[in-house]
Every structure is written in structure tokens, then in C-alpha cells.
């Protein structure tokens, strides 16, 4: 399977990244050098096989629906590219 | 003696016994840092003022007997732990102007300790590379040879080590990024079990993968680290309250009547290194020395957790570094037109060439149409791996294997084709696969007198066997007394 520079472009649509048309060529190329070698997998017989997400296993733990300590608002906004000190201010979304 | 060269255990008997200030030792590594950081740059963020109020304080608490082993000893955390009120960059120039208003767990306890935090240590961007060459900062050559690369991703935290720029250090480890510099740099390092140390306050790059860990100049060094840093922590769910031994409660016969596993896919490899394999060669015979019965032993899947892991890993990632868009925090573009393309703007500029070449890999492996192929493919080898591990322990107590195929490689060896740089990792990668805990110690030189390590594997929570064995071998060897000419 190899992978096309169109669908290099539009995966880099979806992860919100902007490749110009040479890093777009590079890209495509390695990725597909990478992808070639990930057909390596297909030799395993995985068929029954449960998927592992946690090789740890564990219940997910669970608390009270209660407030805790958190973050000052000054906090959280002490990084802010842009805030009105009392939200963090972005270019339009809508309309 | 220099006291940057002690360890942090002898370091505390002196500052125990009085005859050492913590400010004159933090002092001491201060001086160490400027005259040789600008020859190797293991350090980002350097704290001097904060390093030295936080000594002052510590002096206090050991004049008023309150003392834990780690108090006043300066250690170097790697870039990616949140450090409250100190910059953390991840190596990353999305995050250049970033400091965070809160510390990581292992920070907080780092801090109750009353350990010394001298700065941040570089690293390769958001964790992603095995050379620390993909800092968007600079470089970090290793103490041993400026030409080559001190192994990444804690590349800085392994350097500063093995460099007396710090006592000890935390690194993280996602596919060996603890291990791997480690011994590419002479230096102890832990991988513990996954869910050990909380991973409250450390940048996500795998979260499935990633552990912080220890590395020091010696394992009791290690030891005393992660009784400090180890136990459950409720804001991180997949902490496990796993009751934290006295990891530094040592012994001094951990191999005696021991069965160490020799897997032959790892030391029969192909593209093993002579030095490697001689060194590893001697380690088993000195092991065997030690009292343990050596058994080979197979994990099958091994040729396939390279494959498996750059999916799995950059599908996390992706997921996980999906957060940067310059909404909250991080440097933010410019000239962006709308929202959409600020995102994109901010990513693009921000992002080095390695993180946006995994962000990609993972986003077209999760997306619709291939995520069965591909990350479904690649879980499923995961359980199978698992089982592989489990498998083997039924007739060993613990693993022993080459931590990296060759010693460390040129700065600019491997850059050209990621590929190449990924399968270095094919020893490592597997224990993070399979959340168990892996060790790195030094067990010789290479013929351009580059260090090699060792790995010790162990079952879930056998950390505590790691470091038995680990420093049994220690004190019967003499390769982590051996340091830089500098």
C-alpha cells in the first residue's frame, strides 16, 4: 500500500498542519518508506487476537462529583496568547 | 574528590554529617555547568536563583534534623515534566514562552523532599527521537565524545549525568527514550512499570507508553529517586496503587540462584555491534559468576514491536498533540485569517519536521478505512508481545539483553532516513509495549571508548528485583565508576 501525496495533503488537512509543496514531496516519500515496512505486520496471524489498549489493567476509578482544588482563572490565563483577563480571546469562530 | 562527581547517597552523608553545605554543592554543580554545558548543552532552562534559594532552604531543614536522602541534592529534570513557575519547552519552540502554573506529581514530591532543581534538560521535541538531535533548540553531545549523539529522548538528563551537572535526573521513557541514553552515556536509568510513577504533569506523548524515570551514577542513586517519585496519585487514572517498597533496601546478592533469560531474538540480532555483543558476552559470564543459571529464552513477536510501536505511538500522539493550537497556551501565528487557520499556522511553524512526520503517520493510521489495518494490526501484536513476556517468565525470574544494537552513532548519522533511526529502538521498545520494567546499566566500552549498556527486564512490578540484581552486578564491576574526559 502506498500512500499518495493527496492523501499525504489531506491527512495533513485533518491534523491541522499546512505542508508546503517540497515538505509535502519529502513527506509523502518517507511516509511511505514507513508505511512499506509496517506491511510486515500482515506475515502475524492475529486472527481471535483481543487488541491491547492498557497492558496494565485496571478499573477505571471513579470519585465524587464534588469541586476541588483547581487552577486561579489569573492562572490559566497567564499563558495566553491573547485574554481579556477573563477569557481566552480567539478570531471568530462563527459567521 | 570534586563534588560534582559524588553520588547523591554519598553526597547526602556529607551534608548529613555536616562537613557540606547543600548551597556549597549546589554552587559546585552551578560552576560545573558553566565551564562544561557550553561544550555539550544538556541544559535548556538553567535556575541558578531558584536552585540556590531552594539549597538555602534545605541547609535550614538539615540543621533542624529533617532530613530525607534527597534533601539538597541538585538534580537536572528533563523538559517535558511540568515545573511550576519554570519554563518547560518540551524542546519545542511551540512551547518556548510556556510556564506552567502547576508542578507535576513528581515534582511535588521531588520538592517535599527537599531535593534542588537545577533547570530543565533537553530533549528530543515532545519526546519523539532516540538522538536529542530533534530539539528545536540545540543539539546535546555526549560527554564521552563530542562527535557523537548522547541518545535521546533524554538526551540532556543522560548527558548532564554522566557530565557532573547534576546528581541524578528524571527522564521519561515512551520506547526507550530512559534507557536507550542511558547507556549510550554510562549512565543508570529506569524504565518502571507502567503506572508506577504518575504521569500527573508529564507532556503526553503515548499515554498508554509513557513513564518518568530515574538516572543517576549508580542504582542505589536510582533506588533513592524512585522512593520518592513512585506511588498512586488519584489524578492520574492509570497510576496503580501498588504499595511503594523500599527500593533502596538493596541486598548484595540479587543474582545469586537467580534464572536470567537470554532472549535470542535480542542477542543474536542481526546488525548487533562486536563491541555490543562482546560486552554482552562478558556481562553474562561476570552474571553467571554472580550466581545466576542463564536460560535462552524466545520472545517471537520481536521483529514485529518495531512496527507495532510506530504505529501505536504516533497514533497516541496524534491524538495527544492535538491540544497545540495556540488557543491557551504556547507561541500562537500571527497572521492568521481565522480560526482554522490559525490552528493551522501555529502547528506548522511550531511543530519541527519528526513530530509533524509522526502527527501525520498517526492521523492517516486512526483514520476511517485504515484504523483496523493499522492500529487495530498493531494492538493486536501488542497482546501478542505481552503474552510473549509472559511466556518467558514462567522460566526466568528476569531478562537480560544489549539495550541498543551499536553504541552510540554520529550527530547527523541518522537524520536522513527516520526509518533507520527507529529501528535502533527494536530492544527497548517492547517493554513499554507490554508496561514492564526495564533497567539500563553500564557493562563496558566500545573500541572508540564509547559506553555500552545492559537492560534488565522484570515482570510487572519487579522493579525492586531490577535494582537488586542491577547493583549486584555494580559492586562487582567497575564500568558505572568509569566517567568522561572532560
Redesign the interface.
Known amino acids: 500500500m502506498s ?1 499518495t501525496r493527496e ?2 495533503r489531506h ?2 488537512h ?6 508546503a509543496e517540497d ?1 509535502l514531496d519529502k ?1 509523502a516519500e ?2 511511505d ?3 512499506g ?2 506491511e ?5 496471524d ?1 486472527e481471535g ?8 489493567t ?1 478499573q ?2 471513579m ?1 465524587e462529583d464534588e469541586r476541588r482544588p483547581h ?1 486561579k482563572r489569573e ?2 490565563l ?5 485574554q481579556d483577563e477573563e477569557n ?1 480571546l ?4 462563527i459567521g | 574528590m570534586n563534588l560534582y562527581d559524588l553520588t547523591i547517597e554519598e553526597a547526602h552523608q556529607r551534608l548529613v554529617q555536616g562537613d557540606l553545605s547543600a548551597v556549597t554543592l549546589t554552587r559546585a554543580l552551578l560552576d560545573r555547568i558553566e565551564a562544561v554545558d557550553p561544550h555539550i548543552g544538556a541544559y535548556i532552562t538553567l535556575d541558578a536563583e531558584g536552585a540556590l534559594e531552594q539549597a538555602g532552604e534545605a541547609d535550614r531543614r538539615i540543621a533542624a534534623g529533617h532530613t530525607t536522602p534527597l534533601t539538597g541534592i541538585p538534580l537536572g529534570i528533563k523538559d517535558v515534566i511540568c515545573t511550576k513557575g519554570l519554563r518547560t519547552t518540551c524542546g519545542s519552540r511551540l512551547l518556548e ?3 506552567p ?2 508542578d507535576a506529581a513528581v515534582m511535588e514530591r521531588l520538592r517535599e523532599a527537599g531535593a534542588v532543581i537545577l533547570g530543565k534538560l533537553n530533549m528530543d521535541e515532545f519526546a519523539m527521537g532516540s538522538s536529542t538531535e530533534n530539539s528545536a533548540y540545540h543539539i546535546t553531545r555526549n560527554p564521552w565524545h563530542p562527535d557523537h549523539i548522547p541518545g535521546g529522548s533524554s538526551g540532556g538528563s543522560a548527558a548532564a549525568v554522566a557530565a557532573g551537572m547534576c546528581l541524578g535526573a528524571l527522564g521519561s521513557d515512551t520506547g526507550g527514550s530512559i534507557r536507550q541514553p542511558a547507556s549510550h552515556c554510562g549512565v543508570a536509568g529506569l524504565k518502571p ?3 508506577r510513577v504518575s504521569r500527573y504533569g508529564l507532556v503526553a506523548f503515548a499515554s ?1 507508553l509513557d513513564q518518568i524515570g530515574p538516572m543517576s551514577k549508580s542504582v542505589r542513586d536510582c533506588a533513592l529517586i524512585m522512593n520518592v517519585i513512585s506511588g498512586h496519585d ?1 489524578r492520574d ?2 497510576s ?1 496503587p501498588e504499595p511503594v517498597p523500599n527500593y533502596a533496601d538493596l541486598g548484595d546478592n540479587g543474582f545469586r540462584g537467580l534464572r536470567v533469560g537470554l532472549p535470542r531474538e535480542y542477542h543474536q540480532a542481526d546488525g548487533l555491534d562486536p563491541d555490543v555483543r562482546q560486552s554482552m558476552a562478558s556481562a553474562i559470564e561476570t552474571v553467571r559468576g554472580l550466581g545466576a543459571e542463564t536460560v535462552e529464552v524466545s520472545l517471537p ?1 520481536t ?2 514491536a ?3 510501536y ?2 501505536i505511538a504516533p497514533c497516541e500522539a ?1 491524538s495527544n498533540l ?1 491540544r497545540y ?8 501565528s500571527r497572521d ?10 501555529t ?2 511553524a511550531g ?1 519541527g ?1 519528526e513530530v ?2 509522526r ?3 498517526g ?2 493510521a486512526l ?1 476511517a478505512g485504515y484504523y483496523d489495518a ?1 492500529y ?9 508481545i ?1 503474552e510473549d513476556f509472559r511466556r518467558a517468565y514462567e522460566s526466568c525470574d528476569v531478562l537480560l539483553s544489549p539495550v541498543a544494537p551499536t553504541p552510540a552513532f554520529k550527530i547527523g548519522e541518522k537524520t536522513d ?3 533507520t533511526m ?1 529501528m535502533s529502538d527494536v530492544f527497548t521498545l517492547s517493554a513499554n ?4 520494567p526495564g533497567m539500563a546499566i553500564p557493562c563496558g566500552l566500545s573500541s572508540n571508548g564509547l559506553p555500552i549498556g545492559l537492560q534488565i527486564m522484570g515482570p ?1 512490578f519487579s522493579e525492586d528485583r531490577l535494582m537488586n540484581v542491577a547493583h549486584h552486578f555494580e559492586q562487582h564491576t567497575d564500568f558505572h565508576r568509569q566517567k568522561p574526559d572532560l
Open positions: 500512500i492523501e499525504v491527512v495533513a485533518l491534523a491541522r498542519l499546512d505542508l515538505v513527506m518517507q511516509l518508506g514507513i508505511l515496512y509496517m510486515t505486520l500482515n506475515r502475524v492475529t487476537i483481543t487488541p491491547t489498549a492498557h497492558a496494565v485496571l477505571t476509578p470519585r487552577l492562572e490559566a497567564a499563558n495566553a496568547p491573547e481566552f480567539v478570531p471568530k469562530v | 514562552n510556556f510556564i502554573p502547576y512499570t507502567y503506572g498508554s488519584k487514572s492509570t496503580v513477536h521483529e514485529f518495531v512496527a507495532a510506530y504505529i496524534s492535538a493550537d495556540g488557543v491557551r497556551y504556547g507561541v500562537r492568521h485569517e481565522d480560526m482554522l487557520d490559525m490552528f493551522r499556522r502547528r506548522t511543530f519536521p509533524q512526520r502527527i501525520i503517520l492521523t492517516y483514520s493499522y487495530g494490526k498493531a494492538s493486536q501484536i501488542r497482546s501478542l505481552i532516513d527516520p526509518l527507529y509495549l507490554a508496561g514492564i510487572h
